[in-house]
């Protein structure tokens, strides 16, 4: 299987839409509860544009494998170097170096940019998600307890930092 790292572009929308919805839906890895829609793919892609932030899409001959994306973590001027991701693999793109790769072009992209760090927030119970940041370099720096609600349960947010 031969697998491509490129910018997302309008036409992966429907399939990132797809994929960070069954994530929504099916785990608590993520608070919100509002599945996304292509036109809000769409609106993302524009904003990352307009921003001068990232979005990145794993493919092989056929399918979406993953993507990745990061942002700005707070809004303001003070943190316009301080980044966040946001990266989501498929079953079938799990283990074969997807997310390392998709989070190469995040980091990498952000680091042409001027970015000194890059954070990922992760719900505790999401321990793949917190073993992989680690295995990238990503140190974890706090333990928010209860931060966060799913399924009407409270949920522990862990923050993890990379210095770019």
């Known amino acids: 299987m031969t697998v491509k790292i490129g910018a997302a572009t309008n036409a992966d929308a429907a399939q ?12 608590d890895f993520t608070f919100t509860s509002d599945e996304k829609s292509e ?7 524009a904003e990352k544009a307009t921003s001068g932030h990232g979005v990145f899409v794993a493919r092989d001959e056929t399918r979406l494998l993953g993507f990745s994306a990061y942002g700005q973590l707070r809004v303001g001027v003070g943190y316009a170097r301080t980044m966040e991701n946001t990266i989501y693999v498929t079953s079938t793109g799990q283990g074969l170096g997807v997310g390392r790769a998709l989070m190469a072009a995040a980091e990498d992209h952000a680091r042409e940019r001027g970015a ?6 992760i719900t505790s119970t999401n321990q ?3 073993g992989f940041h680690g ?9 928010l307890p209860e931060v966060g609600f799913k399924w009407g349960e409270p949920k522990d947010l862990v923050l993890m930092r990379k210095r770019l």
């Not at 036109?39 to 892609?45: C, G, K, M, Q, V």
């Not at 000194?116 to 927030?121: E, G």
């Not at 295995?135 to 333990?143: F, S």
Request: hydrophobic letters at 60%; zero cysteines; proline letters at 0%.
């Open 39 to 45: 036109a809000d793919i769409r609106t993302l892609l």
């Open 135 to 143: 295995r990238l370099g990503y140190v974890q720096m706090a333990n």
């Open 16 to 27: 990132i839409a797809a994929l960070w919805s069954s994530f929504i839906r099916d785990t």
């Open 116 to 121: 000194h760090s890059m954070w990922a927030a």
């Open 128 to 130: 793949a998600a917190i």
